[in-house]
């Protein structure tokens, strides 16, 4: 009877305004999505173009799955620094940013701009560093707490909830990620 989540295609956006922000000159950038076939992940991917489609001086060099594996976004962005030594940002949409954060690491490209999805554990430490320079975060407390609450409001007193309760995107970065996840440190 409620939707509790983020907008995928708002939070897309904002990796959109991050490329273009990034790159007011121009320049190419690569999206690392976890499964074509995902809505999130689409709307997230449909959001990031809404943005830089719109800069005719931004070139996507490509769109690639990862199945939400760590493994597969090393190798993918190891292969997007190999054929486009000039790419200035990657975003993945989705699961295995870790793995896109370490093949930065390990080819040296502190250059490239890695915007990405959940402050985890598993990228916490990449934020901190400024390996990860934006990473988007969807409240996931409050897209669980919040539906059960509702739940037991509604069967035990009749209340019924509000329809749509999107949650804007929560921006982590390497000057906020231990203000905002303290616990993650």
């Known amino acids: 009877i409620s939707f ?5 295609i708002q939070a897309g956006n904002v990796a959109g305004n991050a490329i273009a922000e990034l ?6 950038y690569a999206i690392i999505t976890g499964d074509f076939t995902v ?4 709307n997230r991917r449909k959001g990031c173009h ?9 070139e996507c060099v490509g769109e690639y799955e990862n199945n939400d594996a ?3 976004a090393y190798s993918l962005t190891t292969d997007i620094l190999n054929a486009n030594p000039d790419v200035q940002a990657i975003y993945v949409t989705a699961g295995g940013p870790a793995g896109a954060a370490q093949a930065l690491v390990d080819a040296g490209r502190d250059d490239v701009m890695l915007i990405c999805h959940d402050v985890l554990d598993s990228v916490a430490d990449y934020i901190k560093d400024g390996t990860i320079d934006i990473c988007i975060d969807q409240d996931p407390f409050n897209q669980g707490y919040q539906p059960i609450v509702d739940a037991y ?8 909830p509000e329809e749509n309760n999107t ?3 929560i921006v982590a970065t390497p000057d906020n990620v231990e203000e905002l996840f303290p616990e993650l440190f």
């Open 4 to 8: 509790y989540g983020m907008d995928d």
């Open 23 to 28: 790159m007011p000159d121009g320049g190419k």
């Open 39 to 42: 809505t999130g992940h689409e």
């Open 50 to 58: 809404e943005i830089t489609d719109a800069q005719s001086n931004l």
């Open 70 to 72: 760590a493994d597969q």
């Open 153 to 160: 409001n509604y069967l035990v007193a009749g209340i019924t």
């Open 167 to 169: 949650y804007d995107a």
